[in-house]
C-alpha cells in the first residue's frame, strides 16, 4: 500500500472509501506504462548483480534519502530500483511500502534517459495524469527523479522526490538532486565493490590451497627475469623469501640461471609451451621445468624433480637389457599377442623350436599359433587364455603340443601375461614365452610307471615321506616332501639326502649313518625330533622329523617321515612377539626392556664398564595426532622407531616404553664415566639429528623433534625402576630447557622432584582451606576513565607466604588443579560484578578474568559457567575472558564452538599476551573474539627497543583492520602510555594506574576517585 507518511487524513479516507490502491493490484487499468528500455535484459543482470533486491535497510542509504527530503523539503524521497514487474524501494522517507507495480512507476520513465525527469504538476502530464496515484491517493502532483546508472551504464532505477503539490526545480536544485543520485550511485559501487572483493579472497584462498597441493614448484617471473611468486616446496633450493625478486642467476648455478634465461625469453617470444630438463649437479638430481607465458608481462614456469623416474628409467632400461641375456642364454621362445588386432611378434628361438626360421613363417598371427596348436589341447589353452584375460587367474600357463615342421608333435610349456590395457579397461597386450618341455614329459612319463606303487601309498599323505639307502641316497620322495623341500622327484632321486639339510648336519650325516650301519646305535631311530630343513632356493626352516629302518630284499632302507612345523613355530614366535613386542613398532616393549635391562645391570657390574639409558620422547606428538589423526601419528611411530633401530650399533636396545616414548639401552661403554658419558651424548646427538629429518607421512611432511634425557650406570645398586625414573626426570629436564635438546640425570632433579610433589600437596590442601585470593588491577583508557579491571589469582601459603603464580600456575595445569581453582575463581568475579552491578560507580566496569587451556577444554566451562552467571545475577556483558594462543594450536573448532556459545550470552573474549605465541590471520578471522592484548615484554622496551615497538605498532594495526579493541599491559611511566597513544593504542593496564590490590583495597582506590 502506497502511502505518504504525513497524509494518513487522506489516506483513511482512501481505505474508508473504495480502497481503490489496493483494487489497483488486482484490476486492469488503463494506463501508458513506460516502454522497457532497449538493454532491459542486460539492464536486469546488473540489478540484480548487486544484491540489494529484498535486502535489509541500510544506513548508507536511508542517511541520503533522509537529508535529501529535508533539502527539498518534499514529504516523500525514495531510492527506487525498477525490477522486470515491480519498483522495490531500497530506501524510503516518507513511504510505508517496499515496492508497487512497475507500470504504476514514474521511475520507469526516469530510467529511459541520462537526464533527471521532472514533473512539475502531473495531471497536467498526458503520460500521467491518469495514473491512479495523481488521480487517488497519495495524489502525486509534483515528481522528480535521478536515474541511478552503473558505470556500465546500465540504469537501475532512481533517486526520486514526490510531493503532493506542484512546484519546480531551479537549476541549482537540479544539480543538488544530481549530486544526492552520484552518492546513491557510490553506495551501490561500493556494495558491488566488496562482494567483488570477498570472491576475490575466496579465489585467491582456492588458488593457494591448490598452489600447495601441487607436487611441482610453482614460479612466476617477470619481463625483468625476476621470480614474482614461488610456492612452498621442500625442493627449493632457498627458503621462498629468499627467491623472490631476484634472477635466476642470483638463485640457480650460471650455467642452469643461463639456460632458464633462454627458455623465458623464448617463452615470452613464441607464446608456446618450452619444455626442458635440467641437472642439478651439486644435488645428484633431474628436473623437468615447463614455461607457459600468462600475459605480456608473466611466465608461469612448473619444476618437477624427476630423479626417481630417470633412475626408475635407467634400472627398466638395464633390466630389459639383463632379460634378454637371460633370454638369448637359455633358449627361450618369446611372443608377443596384441588382443586386439591378434597380430603377434615371435622371436627366432620361438620359430625355430617348431623348426622354422623366423622369414620362413612370414606375418606371425593368432591363427597362425591356433593352427599349429594339438586339437586335443587348443580348447584348453584358449580356456585358459580367456581366464587370464578377465581376470580371474594370475597368469596363462599350460602344456601344449605344437606341430613341428617335420610334423611330429612337441611338446612346449607356454606362459604369459596381460601386460597392457585400453583406455576404456580392455586386455591390450599380452607377453609370453615357449619353453621345449619334450624331454621332461618323457622323463616324467617314464618315472611315473616306474613309482606308480609307491604313489598309491603316499599320493595323500601330508607329510614328506623320504626313503634313503645305507649311503644316504634318495630312492623315493613323495609329493608332500616336493612341497616342502621345493624339490621334484627326478631332482633329487639318486642324489644324496644331505643336500636337504644345512650345515653342520650336512657334512656329518654320511659319517652318522656308516657309525650306524657299523654299530647299530644312533639317538634318531625311532624317535621323534625337530631340525633344520634347507629348502631348493636355500632358506632354512624347521621340520620335526621321525626315521624307522626297515629291509627290503636284503638290504637296509631308512624311512623318513617329515613335517613343515613352519606354521607351528610361527604361532609360537607370535605367542612370544605378542608378549614381549610393540604390536605397533615391532620393537621390545616393557617386558623386555625391563629384562634385557635386568641383564645390563648384572653385566656392568660384573664387568665395570658403564651403560647407559636414554629416555627419548617426542616433542608436540600429541598436536600431530589431534591435526593430522591418530593413524599419521602411527606412521610417523614406526619410522622414528626404524631410525632409532638404524642409529645404534647391533647389541643396543631400543625399546617402546609407551605412546611416544621410547628407550635406547646402550652397553658396554667406557670405564672411565667422562668417556662413557661422551659415547652415550654421541648416540644421543645422532639420534636427535635423525628425528630433525623430514617425515613423509602419506602425502604429509613433517618435521619433529625430540627431548632425550640420559642416565648411566655401573654397578648393582640402583633398581631397574630407578634408572627408568632418573631417565625419565632428566627428559623432562631436556623438555624444560626448550625441548630437541639433551640433558643428563643429576641427584639435583632428584630434589626437584621431590619439591615437586610437596607443592602439589600443598596445593590440594590450599583447595580445602581456602588459601586462594583475588587481587584486581585496574583498567583505563585514554581519558584516565576507569573502564574495568582483571583479576589475578594469588596464593597466601601458610609457610612460604605470598606464592607467584609462575610458580604454582603450570604445576595446576600439569595436573588438573586448575580446572576447580578456574571454577572458584569464575565465581568469585561473577558476585565481585553482580555486587558492581548494584552501584553506578561500578556498574559499568568490566571484568576480565583468564581461563586456562586446561580449564577451556574442559567439556563442562559452559555449562558452569552460565550456571554462575544465573546464580549470581551478574551481567555476562561485563565480564570479559582473557585466552592465550597457545589454546588455538589444536582443535579449534570445538574451540571456537564454545567461544561463540559464550558470546551468544554477552560474554566478551580478549587473547592475552598476544604476539608471544603462534596464533595466525587465518586462525583470528575465525574466532569471535573482542580484543587484542599487547603483552607486557613489548612494552618494557617500548622507547628503546625498535622491535618492540615495531610489534607493538603491528598489532595496534591489525586490531584496527579487525574491528577489535586493544588494551596494552604492563603501563608503568607516562612517557609509555604517550607513545602508545600516539601508535594508536587507548587502552591501558599496568603500575603507572594501580598495583593489583585486594578487592576491599580496590573499592576504596575507586571511591577516591
Not at 504525513?6 to 489496493?22: I, P, Q, R, T, V
Amino acid at each position: 500500500m502506497l502511502t505518504l507518511a504525513n497524509d494518513k487524513e487522506h489516506f483513511n479516507g482512501y481505505l474508508a472509501e473504495d480502497c481503490s490502491f489496493c483494487v489497483l493490484q488486482k484490476q486492469a487499468i488503463t494506463l501508458s506504462p513506460a516502454p522497457p528500455p532497449k538493454d532491459e535484459a542486460l539492464r536486469l543482470h546488473a540489478l540484480r548483480k548487486t544484491g540489494l533486491l529484498d535486502s535489509a535497510p541500510e544506513v548508507r542509504f536511508d542517511r541520503i534519502t533522509r537529508l535529501a527530503a529535508q533539502f527539498f523539503r518534499v514529504e516523500t524521497c525514495l531510492v527506487s530500483l525498477v525490477d522486470s514487474e515491480r519498483q522495490w524501494f531500497k530506501s524510503r522517507v516518507g513511504l510505508q511500502v517496499d515496492e508497487t507495480h512497475r507500470d504504476h512507476s514514474f521511475c520507469a520513465h526516469t530510467i529511459l534517459g541520462d537526464h533527471i525527469l521532472e514533473i512539475p504538476d502531473a495531471r497536467n502530464d498526458p503520460r500521467f495524469a491518469d495514473n491512479p496515484l495523481v488521480t487517488g491517493p497519495p495524489h502525486i502532483r509534483f515528481y522528480a527523479g535521478a536515474p541511478l546508472i552503473t558505470r556500465s551504464g546500465y540504469r537501475l532505477g532512481s533517486l526520486c522526490l514526490i510531493d503532493p503539490a506542484p512546484r519546480q526545480l531551479s537549476s541549482l536544485q537540479h544539480a543538488a538532486l544530481r549530486d544526492f543520485a552520484d552518492c546513491i550511485e557510490h553506495e551501490i559501487e561500493t556494495v558491488q565493490q566488496a562482494d567483488m572483493q570477498r570472491r576475490l579472497n575466496a579465489t585467491m584462498a582456492r588458488t593457494n590451497a591448490m598452489l600447495s597441493t601441487l607436487p611441482d614448484m610453482v614460479f612466476v617471473v617477470n619481463r625483468e627475469h625476476r621470480f614474482v611468486a614461488c610456492n612452498e616446496h621442500p625442493d627449493l633450493l632457498m627458503p621462498t623469501h629468499e627467491i623472490l625478486g631476484k634472477t635466476p642467476a642470483e638463485v640457480l648455478p650460471s650455467l642452469l640461471a643461463e639456460q632458464l634465461n633462454q627458455h623465458i625469453k623464448q617463452a615470452f617470444t613464441t607464446n608456446q609451451l618450452i619444455n626442458s630438463e635440467f641437472f642439478l649437479a651439486e644435488h645428484n638430481q633431474y628436473f623437468e621445468a615447463r614455461l607457459h607465458i600468462l600475459d605480456r608481462e608473466e611466465i608461469l614456469i612448473l619444476v618437477r624433480n624427476i630423479t626417481q623416474e630417470k633412475r626408475d628409467a635407467e634400472r627398466l632400461h638395464n633390466s630389459e637389457n639383463l632379460l634378454k641375456a637371460v633370454i638369448d642364454a637359455n633358449s627361450i621362445g618369446t611372443w608377443q599377442l596384441d588382443l586386439q588386432t591378434e597380430e603377434m611378434l615371435v622371436n627366432n628361438k620361438w620359430a625355430s623350436l617348431i623348426g622354422y626360421d623366423l622369414e620362413e613363417l612370414g606375418q606371425v598371427t593368432y591363427d597362425t599359433w591356433k593352427q599349429r596348436v594339438h586339437p586335443d589341447d587348443l580348447a584348453y589353452c584358449l580356456d585358459i587364455i580367456d581366464q587370464h584375460a578377465h581376470g580371474d587367474i594370475p597368469l596363462y600357463e599350460a602344456n601344449l603340443r605344437i606341430q613341428h615342421k617335420d610334423g611330429h608333435w612337441i611338446w612346449i610349456n607356454s606362459r604369459g601375461r596381460i601386460t597392457t590395457f585400453t583406455a576404456d579397461g580392455q586386455p591390450e597386450t599380452m607377453l609370453g614365452t615357449h619353453f621345449d618341455i619334450s624331454a621332461q614329459v618323457q622323463t616324467e612319463n617314464s618315472l611315473q610307471e616306474q613309482s606308480q606303487h609307491m604313489e598309491v601309498i603316499v599320493e595323500h599323505m601330508l607329510d614328506g615321506i623320504i626313503s634313503i639307502n645305507g649311503d644316504g641316497t634318495i630312492q623315493s620322495f613323495n609329493p608332500a616332501a616336493e612341497q616342502i623341500f621345493g624339490y621334484s622327484y627326478p631332482e633329487v632321486l639318486g642324489k644324496n639326502v644331505n643336500i636337504l639339510m644345512p650345515e653342520p648336519h650336512r657334512s656329518h650325516h654320511d659319517s652318522y649313518i656308516h657309525n650306524y650301519m657299523g654299530s647299530g646305535l644312533g639317538g634318531i631311530i625311532g624317535k621323534g625330533r625337530e631340525l633344520e630343513g634347507l629348502h631348493k632356493d636355500g632358506h632354512r626352516f624347521p621340520i620335526e622329523i621321525g626315521i624307522a629302518e626297515v629291509k627290503q630284499e636284503g638290504e637296509r632302507l631308512f624311512i623318513g617321515m617329515i613335517r613343515d612345523i613352519t606354521e607351528r613355530k610361527k604361532g609360537e614366535d607370535e605367542i612370544r612377539q605378542l608378549a614381549f613386542y610393540d604390536g605397533l613398532t615391532q620393537l621390545p616393549n616393557r617386558r623386555l626392556l625391563l629384562d634385557r635391562l635386568q641383564q645390563a645391570i648384572a653385566n656392568a657390574d660384573r664387568h665395570q664398564r658403564h651403560s647407559a639409558l636414554l629416555f627419548l620422547d617426542l616433542d608436540n606428538f600429541k598436536s600431530l595426532n589431534d591435526s593430522a589423526g591418530h593413524g599419521q601419528g602411527d606412521r610417523l611411530l614406526q619410522q622414528v622407531a626404524n631410525r632409532l633401530t638404524q642409529g645404534v650399533r647391533k647389541g643396543d636396545t631400543v625399546a617402546r616404553l609407551s605412546g611416544d616414548e621410547f628407550i635406547i639401552m646402550l652397553e658396554e661403554l667406557s670405564v672411565d664415566n667422562h668417556e662413557a658419558a661422551n659415547q652415550a651424548e654421541v648416540v644421543a646427538e645422532k639420534l636427535l639429528s635423525e628425528i630433525n629429518r623430514s617425515f613423509t607421512l602419506e602425502g604429509l611432511d613433517y618435521r619433529g623433534s625430540a627431548s632425550i634425557g640420559i642416565t648411566l650406570f655401573n654397578d648393582h645398586c640402583a633398581s631397574r625402576e630407578d634408572l627408568l625414573k632418573q631417565a625419565d626426570m632428566a627428559m623432562y629436564k631436556a623438555k624444560a630447557a626448550g625441548r630437541n635438546s639433551i640433558h643428563f640425570f643429576d641427584p639435583q632433579m632428584q630434589v626437584a622432584v621431590t619439591a615437586r610433589a610437596a607443592l602439589e600437596q600443598d596445593l590440594h590442601a590450599a583447595i580445602r582451606q581456602q588459601q586462594f585470593c583475588l587481587h584486581y588491577q585496574i583498567q583505563v583508557d585514554d581519558h584516565g576513565c576507569h573502564v574495568g579491571a582483571e583479576v589475578l589469582l594469588r596464593w597466601q601459603h601458610p609457610e612460604r607466604g605470598m606464592v607467584s603464580p609462575a610458580d604454582f600456575i603450570p604445576l595446576t595445569e600439569e595436573t588438573g588443579l586448575i580446572v576447580p581453582i578456574g571454577e572458584w575463581v569464575l565465581e568469585q568475579a561473577c558476585q565481585t560484578l553482580a555486587s558492581w552491578g548494584q552501584n553506578t560507580a561500578t556498574a559499568e566496569l568490566c571484568l576480565a578474568v583468564n581461563i586456562s587451556v586446561v580449564q577451556f577444554r574442559r567439556g563442562d566451562l559452559v555449562r558452569h559457567l552460565l550456571q554462575t552467571l544465573q546464580k549470581t545475577g551478574a551481567n555476562p556483558q561485563r565480564l570479559k575472558l582473557e585466552i592465550t594462543e597457545s589454546l588455538l594450536a589444536n582443535n579449534l573448532d570445538e574451540v571456537v564452538g564454545k567461544m561463540r556459545t559464550l558470546r551468544q550470552q554477552g560474554i566478551s573474549f580478549s587473547i592475552d599476551d598476544f604476539g608471544t605465541g603462534y596464533s595466525s590471520l587465518a586462525y583470528l578471522k575465525q574466532l569471535p573474539i573482542n580484543q587484542l592484548k599487547i603483552d607486557q615484554r613489548f612494552v618494557r622496551d617500548l622507547l628503546t627497543n625498535s622491535n618492540d615497538q615495531a610489534i607493538a605498532e603491528a598489532i595496534i594495526t591489525l586490531a584496527k583492520a579487525m574491528q577489535l579493541d586493544v588494551i596494552a599491559e604492563g603501563v608503568e611511566t607516562e612517557a609509555q602510555r604517550e607513545k602508545l597513544l600516539q601508535l594508536g593504542c587507548r587502552h591501558y593496564q599496568g603500575y603507572l594506574f594501580g598495583r593489583p590490590a585486594p578487592l576491599d583495597e580496590f573499592r576504596h582506590a575507586l571511591s577516591q576517585i
